[in-house]
């Protein structure tokens, strides 16, 4: 059910009117000595509009009014302020105003099976005053429980760590996992009215059962990745020395003598501890 607007007459005139009319109707029983059938129509009046006042409601700024008579759809306002429509319009009132809430903390399997525990910060707005009241039984509660199921799916779709180059992870590629959890949800709220103007991951770890491993397995993993760029940038150093030590003919070596020197030079760049030098005051040989 699509919302559609109708209108609403001012509330305030309307006040000031069926005050007058009461008062009016209610001077006219002693000042004409009414009696009898002639007293039924100032008491007549007196009820008419004190029923009219019933159609008064207040709207307030990002609110409006979902009309309904016995039970069909009427409209909605949106006017701000004091507002009037018929008296037997049921009146439901929703707020608009931009709302935001933080799931609570869910364990679940992320794509190689590991459990991790994982919440979002869902920022919502109603924008379809019918949809949110007629198409489901409490919107709000509906919003709630389907963010924690969208946070589930999404959250399977994906590794923890990048394992690939390229590969999108929970914790390396924070915007593309935000957008795709703000898409979950605005196809699932769609029916609702409602839309989603913002999802983030708000916390985001390993279970507590595993976490030890997995920090474990994460400073391996840096510690690999390290001695990768040492022994690189070593390679390249000794490249160079032996480059430089036959441009410049500073000493001629054989195969065998470079391989001593690049086996100590590989030493000297790539060990953890400062090298103690040896001093060689014979021949070569």
């Known amino acids: 059910m699509k919302e559609k607007p109708v209108s609403s007459l001012p509330g305030i005139p309307m006040l000031l009117v069926l005050i007058l009319v009461v008062a009016g109707a209610a001077w006219m029983i002693p000042a004409g000595n ?4 002639a007293l039924l129509v100032p008491i007549s009046i007196i009820v008419i509009a004190s029923l009219c006042l019933l159609g008064l409601y207040m709207v307030e700024p990002n609110q409006s009014a979902v009309l309904s008579l016995f039970g069909k759809y009427v409209g909605t306002v949106k006017d701000n302020g004091l507002r009037w429509n018929n008296p037997f319009y049921s009146k439901k009132k929703v707020s608009q105003r931009v709302r935001n809430f933080e799931s609570g903390k869910l364990k679940v399997n992320e794509l190689d099976g590991s459990p991790i525990e994982i919440a979002a910060v869902i920022v919502w ?3 379809d ?3 949110a009241v007629y ?3 409490d919107y709000e509660s509906f919003v709630h429980i389907q963010a924690e199921s969208a946070l589930r799916t999404m959250a399977t779709s994906y590794p923890y760590d990048q394992h690939e180059d390229g590969q999108v992870a929970l914790r390396s590629h924070a915007q593309e996992i935000s957008q ?3 898409d979950e949800l605005a196809e699932r709220l769609a029916d609702a009215g409602v839309q989603v103007l913002d999802a983030r991951i708000s916390h985001l770890a390993y279970a507590p059962e595993i976490a030890q491993a997995m920090l474990q397995r994460q400073q391996a993993n840096a510690i690999i990745a390290a001695r990768t760029r040492i022994v690189a940038g070593a390679v390249g150093m000794v490249e160079m020395a032996l480059a430089e030590l036959q441009k410049n003919g500073v000493v001629q070596l054989d195969e065998e003598r470079k391989a001593q020197m690049v086996s100590n030079l590989l030493v000297v760049l790539c060990g953890e501890r400062s090298t103690q030098p040896i001093v060689n005051t014979g021949s070569l040989y």
Request: hydrophobic content about 40%; glycine content about 12%.
């Open 180 to 182: 795709h959890l703000k």
């Open 34 to 37: 009414l009696g009898g059938p």
């Open 125 to 127: 707005q109603v924008v």
């Open 129 to 131: 005053s019918a949809e």
């Open 135 to 137: 198409n489901v039984d």
